[in-house]
């Protein structure tokens, strides 16, 4: 009966947004997922479906029609998911802006976390417990912003980059990334990127090196258009947190459709009550 009565009450409108975000999201476990899109400014969730692939997303596009993809000015996203190129098919006016948070992210888990894991191996296999016991245990000390650490942490990831000078150049860079999403223009933001991958190739390692050429070869248009709109996919990550509560509230849902109406219904200003009968 609620699911009958959100179908009366909901219906796709893209109405007046032109700044999205776009984000998968898990539906259960199993690699089974689905895809949200949000308006950036009001956080009303636009269009929910099942699937991450191109085809699957593709539907949204088609239901905007071409006045209401010229309408879209951009959309931020995640490097992993292939919907830049939904964006560049559909939607000739609009960039591509990738998500800093990915973007660090990605640079913790490629360069960060494999020179931590690599050095550590290098030290335990060769005696050197010392090396090894510094190492241990400073995934997470490594991966936060420095600014965000207290002076006792801060004392602690000192005396570990003073003694790995790999990971100390990686943390230099790591602290850089977010000066690009800060400028202020196309043209200061291609300037601080290219100097950031400047930087990185002449490092001298390996992970670092791998990770600014494959940037600066795939996603270089998408980094830099964040100097034109700063524009992120923080609102999907608090708009995926309510989606797992709805979630563990209804101890998971058979009926997709009516998930994804929930989905709708919890961000379009406010919660939809379930109808009182009689």
Known sequence: ????????????????????????????KGHK???????????????????????????????????????????????????????NRYCSKAL?????????????????????????NYYRDHGDEAGYQ??????????TRNSRLSE????????????YSELNKANELKELLPEVYEANSKAEAERLWTE????????????????????????????TNAGIYHIRTSVLEGINNKIKVLKRVAYGYRDLDYFFLRIRSAFRGKFTPIPTIG
Request: charge should be positive.
């Open 134 to 143: 510094l190492l241990k245990g400073s995934r997470f000390l490594l991966l």
């Open 152 to 163: 006792e942490k801060k004392l602690r990831l000192d005396s570990i980059l003073s003694y």
């Open 33 to 87: 997922y689905g895809t949200v899109v949000a308006d950036i400014v009001t956080k009303r969730v636009i269009w929910v479906c099942e699937g991450k692939s191109n085809t699957d997303v593709s539907r949204f596009f088609e239901l905007c029609g071409k006045i209401g993809c010229q309408q879209i000015k951009a959309v931020a996203m995640d490097q992993n998911a292939g919907f830049a190129s939904l964006v």
């Open 96 to 120: 591509v802006v990738y998500a800093l948070f990915h973007m660090v992210y990605n640079f913790g888990r490629l360069v960060i976390s494999a020179i931590r894991i690599r050095l550590a």
């Open 1 to 28: 009966m609620h699911k009958r009565y959100l179908q009366s009450t909901i219906s796709f409108s893209l109405g007046s947004s032109e700044f999205l975000a776009i984000d998968e999201f898990s539906i259960k």
């Open 196 to 223: 950031w991958v400047r930087l990185a190739m002449t490092s001298g390692v390996d992970e670092i090196m791998r990770f600014a050429k494959s940037q600066n070869d795939h996603y270089r248009d998408g980094i």
